[in-house]
């Protein structure tokens, strides 16, 4: 048996920005990128033809916007402002840590996110004091899939040695977290069980 844990809304609470279309137009405004009139517009239209499931980083996505109204920027500068734009404050939720190394003692556990903003998870767990809890991080900005694809499961289940349907998988939403169920594995869902019930949950395990 293996664990996985989501991070957003299952171990941390973070502030999103309410508006990141224009929390990226100042960020790329403060590097010289000029800002279409109609961002808002351009930043909600898809851009990347990507298979459905899979994972388009932001700074991608951000970087087609722009282009669509003919606006060309250096890679680097827009991902730089991606990453500046999405800088949360971190909450680490009550349990986390201990439900975290309760799975440890089970065996090996690894963290399964969906994340397109690069640089944001490894920062959040620093935040948390989370860094260096888990024997694997997956994101989607990483492995390319979000969940509830498969793919994500898959890449986290081998990045820990394990079958997918060796894993139990920790989260807080069921359309995404659920996913887990597909490959055979089983979800922790903390909005109906709270995360300082995990390890009385994994000792039941067979």
């Known amino acids: 048996m293996a ?3 989501d991070l957003f809304g299952t171990l941390v609470d973070v502030d999103y920005p309410t508006d990141p279309a224009e929390v990226v137009a100042r960020e790329l405004e403060s590097r010289d990128v000029p800002v279409p009139d109609d961002w808002h517009v351009a930043y ?11 994972e388009t980083p932001l700074p991608a ?4 916007a722009l282009d669509s109204r003919g606006v060309t920027a250096a890679d680097n500068v827009v991902r730089h402002a991606v990453v500046a734009a999405f800088d949360p404050t ?12 309760a799975a440890a003692e089970r065996g090996p556990v690894g963290l399964c996110s969906n994340c397109s903003v690069p ?4 920062r959040t767990l620093i935040r948390a004091d989370l ?4 024997d694997a991080v997956t994101t989607s900005v990483g492995c ?16 820990l040695g394990v079958t997918p349907d060796a894993l139990v998988h920790v989260g807080d939403d069921p359309a995404t977290d659920g996913g887990v169920v597909d490959v055979g594995g089983r979800l922790f869902d903390v909005t109906q069980t709270p995360l300082s019930a995990l390890a009385g949950e994994l000792e039941a395990e067979p």
């Open 90 to 101: 971190v909450t680490r939720r009550e349990g986390a840590l201990e439900a975290v190394r």
């Open 119 to 122: 640089e944001l998870v490894p």
């Open 44 to 54: 909600g239209e898809r851009h990347v033809d990507a298979p459905q499931g899979a």
């Open 144 to 159: 390319g899939w979000r969940k509830p694809h498969p793919s994500a499961f898959e890449a986290a289940a081998d990045a």
């Open 3 to 5: 664990v996985t844990f």
């Open 61 to 64: 996505h951000v970087s087609a």
């Open 131 to 134: 860094r260096g809890e888990f």
